[in-house]
């Protein structure tokens, strides 16, 4: 193990507060220590003289450790942590709380023990965490009840109190974990320092984590991603967290919270989620017993019909489909199948099948090139041994090197025969639905591993003047801009209708008389969030009514809100909407992932429809695309019922154009574009809103 060694392979570990005191964490952390570690354990306490036994020290000084586990009282952390680093031990666990999670005291205490691990180059665990296991060396440092069975799995767990009734509960599952780490307040190691030390791990061959939040968004991105083809990282988060979505002012604000910053930002990380423990673990049981598939069609074989057809719709609800048999698989199992079997997939080999038939049937489906893995889904019968079944399940899976779930229904019968199942890594389970999650994780994976991950491309564009554009917003006092910041736009070359925002009834006519055709009119105002709201909007104003418009739209605007402050009115070129589609391409800053870049069908009903898609920037070429599939609109920008397709391209552009410009400018918090007309001769930005950050500017 190369990074993080000191924690997981250390030699000799120091126990500072280490008691045989009664109840104490300290004892408990002796007695999980000295129950296998293979290493010298040292008690480090000035009170006493011997725990267990062992000469007590007076210093972790005196100790010359590796690591150091630290459970004295809360004040007294930082000072033991400082000794520790001036002794050179480079890694600390502390299970003390009453750290960041315990008041102002305690974020102040938290915050000096940052300070000194930060000074001495210490990768420190915690504050108030459970501690660490490692099984390669029969390191149990916690306080748990609970010791792991050596396996691949390495855990981290925001949740102390999860890890013991994980391990409880993995032990009777048959699950083995090679490394433990509850994370605690994450002062200084985060999930992202594990994914990457387990990524580097021999022994590590699936990293789960449950997770409450991510510290640092960004750095988990760029982490997992050098991880996630090679090893492979399921994540359940729980928490949300509102703190994007109070303040928001825009249609994006409200569409992307925390959530969707979450689901965008563990896909791009090359992380699979799972929504439920029970889904977290099923998961990393798969990975870890069975290989990769070829494809994502699966076949399944079975003895019984109504199940057949439950794993049918299950896989029709997943990633996977129904694998279509090739013509010498269908020939070769009418050979072998009574008439009333089912060569098809779902292949049925009938209630009456004994275990020769079964075999044979499975045998000849895992052989078929156009399978990419095998359900062997199975009711108990007078005909069938189901140890034999799964002996033969397990010889099967090896010969064809394809992946295999098991469903062999049943209760006490199925003991046995699950034993023999996954001994081999084959998983069972009772709920065909799980063997199909099962599968379908293993394809996500697969997906994962070919992924190339390309640069955001970087567009000529003009900062300066976007920046102007920021800046005299802020000289107005004004941090929440409209249709005036259009400039934006323009400097970073997204496509804008011509227009401009004018202040008098005669000026409008004029920029009117300039543009072709009729022409939109909008009130402008800091205080109007959404204009066709109060009226606000006019389509289709021929030249001579300009004037009168103008003097309506703001005679409207000051019947909703007298005090508003009225910037002017905006004259635009019409975009002709019947051959386009109104979009929305739109950012929101997350707390934890930063800038999360939206796109979605667009136009005064966004919020209703909420048909939107999200990554968080920098976005590629490729992921910009992908969110243009993704969509549930999608078939209307590929031309659907007799309708021109519009220029994707462009609307994909425009995409990375805007996630260039919010990574560009920290200042701006919230923005979106909508719509976006895209048309088949483009697309043009009719409406833009934004808020800035006067003090990032
Ligand atoms: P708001 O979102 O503040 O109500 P918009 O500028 O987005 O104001 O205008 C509302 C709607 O009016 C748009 O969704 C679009 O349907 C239509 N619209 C606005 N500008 C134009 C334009 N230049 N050409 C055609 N239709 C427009
Ligand atoms: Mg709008």
Not at 72 to 82: F, T
Not at 497 to 517: K, L, N, Q, S, Y
Request: glycine fraction near 10%; aromatic fraction near 4%; charge should be negative.
């Amino acid at each position: 193990m190369g990074t993080l060694s000191g924690l997981f392979a250390p030699d000799r570990i120091a126990v500072v507060g280490a008691t045989d005191r009664d109840g104490s964490v300290g004892r408990a952390i002796m007695r999980n220590l000295q129950s296998g570690f293979d290493g010298t354990v040292l008690p480090v306490n000035p009170g006493r003289e011997t725990v267990f036994g062992e000469p007590a020290l007076d210093s972790v000084g005196d100790a010359d450790a590796d690591l150091a586990v630290v459970v004295v009282p809360p004040d007294a952390v930082v000072p033991v942590v400082r000794e520790a680093g001036e002794a050179g031990v480079r890694s600390v666990v502390v299970i003390t709380a009453g750290f960041g999670e315990a008041g102002t005291d305690g974020a102040a205490r938290e915050s000096e023990l940052i300070e000194v691990a930060t000074e001495y180059g210490i990768d420190l665990v915690g504050p108030n965490s459970l501690g660490i296991m490692s099984t390669p060396v029969g390191m149990n440092a916690t306080f748990g009840p609970e010791d792991a069975t050596p396996g691949g799995l390495s855990f981290m767990s925001q949740s102390g109190a999860f890890i013991t009734a994980v391990l409880d509960w993995a032990n009777e599952q048959g699950l083995g974990f090679n490394d433990v780490v509850s994370l605690g307040n994450k002062a200084v190691l985060d999930e992202s320092d594990f994914v990457e030390a387990w990524g580097d791990d021999d022994g590590t061959e699936v990293v789960i984590g449950y997770l409450e939040g991510i510290s640092d968004g960004d750095a988990f991105i760029r982490t997992a991603r050098a991880v996630t083809p090679e090893t492979p990282v399921v994540v359940v988060k729980s928490g949300r967290t509102d703190a994007g979505a109070q303040a928001a002012s825009s249609h994006t604000g409200t569409i992307a919270g925390s959530e969707q910053a979450y689901e965008a930002g563990l896909d791009q990380a090359g992380v699979i989620r799972a929504d439920s423990v029970q889904e977290l673990f099923d998961a990393a049981r798969v990975l870890e017993g069975q290989p990769l598939p070829d494809s994502d069609t699966v076949a399944v074989v079975t003895n019984a019909g109504g199940p057949g057809v439950m794993t049918t719709d299950a896989v029709g609800d997943s990633g996977l489909s129904m694998a279509s048999l090739t013509d010498d698989t269908l020939e070769a199992l009418s050979a072998s199948l009574p008439a009333e079997g089912n060569i098809y997939n779902p292949v049925d080999v009938v209630g009456d099948a004994d275990n020769d038939r079964f075999r044979s049937a499975v045998d000849v489906v895992l052989g078929d090139d156009s399978v990419g893995s095998v359900i062997v889904l199975a009711c108990p019968t007078a005909v069938l041994d189901y140890e034999q079944l799964a002996r033969d399940t397990v010889d099967l899976q090896a010969d064809h090197g394809k992946p295999v779930a098991a469903c062999l229904m049943g209760g006490a019968r199925v003991d046995q025969a699950e034993d023999a199942l996954s001994a081999a890594g084959i998983p069972n389970y009772f709920d065909p639905a799980r063997a199909v999650y099962g599968l379908d994780t293993l394809a996500e994976y697969r997906s994962i591993t070919e992924r190339e991950y390309e640069a955001p491309a970087a567009f000529d564009v003009d900062r300066e003047r976007a920046e102007d554009v920021l800046s005299s917003a802020v000289d107005r006092d004004n941090t929440r801009l409209g249709v005036e910041a259009m400039g934006l736009l323009d400097a970073y070359g997204i496509p804008t209708p011509d227009g401009e925002v004018v202040d008098t009834p005669e000026a409008a006519a004029d920029v009117a008389a300039r543009i072709d055709g009729d022409v939109v009119m909008k009130v402008v105002s800091p205080d109007i969030l959404h204009k066709s709201d109060v009226g606000g909007v006019e389509v289709g104003v021929a030249d001579g009514e300009v004037a009168d418009t103008y003097a309506d739209l703001v005679a409207r605007a000051r019947r909703y809100q007298p005090d508003a402050t009225i910037l002017g009115v905006q004259v635009q070129e019409m975009v002709d909407l019947d051959d386009g589609v109104e979009t929305i391409v739109g950012m929101n800053r997350d707390p934890q992932f930063g800038p999360l870049v939206v796109f979605g069908l667009g136009g005064i009903f966004v919020e209703i429809l909420a048909d939107t898609t999200a990554r968080v920037a920098p976005v590629s070429q490729p992921e910009a695309e992908a969110m243009t599939r993704e969509i549930d609109a999608a078939p209307l920008l590929r031309g659907a019922r007799g309708r021109d397709p519009v220029d994707v391209d462009a609307t994909v552009e425009t995409i990375q154009r805007l996630s260039q410009l919010v990574t560009d400018f920290p200042a701006i918090l919230e923005l979106d574009i909508n719509p976006l007309v895209a048309t088949p001769d483009g697309v043009a930005a009719v409406d833009v809103r934004l808020t800035v950050d006067p003090d990032q500017l």
